[in-house]
């Protein structure tokens, strides 16, 4: 396997455990404090922002 090839599944398995990280959010979110939760609104919009990046760079390389 080569070096990129292994680097995109690490990638891959982080990809999943943040989605499994963010399945269920609303459950955990009872006992959560507003500074708490501006932190994490806060986090959630940089990983969004990321994510939709990726996916045009995603897009792209398909196209190539």
Sequence with gaps: M?????????RRSRLE???D???GLD???TGACGDG???LMELLDE???RAS???VVVVLEAVR
């Design 2 to 10: 080569s070096t990129g090839t292994a680097e995109l599944e690490e």
């Design 17 to 19: 455990a943040a989605r």
């Design 21 to 23: 990280a963010l399945t």
């Design 27 to 29: 459950e955990v979110l």
């Design 37 to 39: 939760l501006g932190e």
């Design 47 to 49: 990983v969004a922002a």
């Design 53 to 55: 990046a990726a996916r």
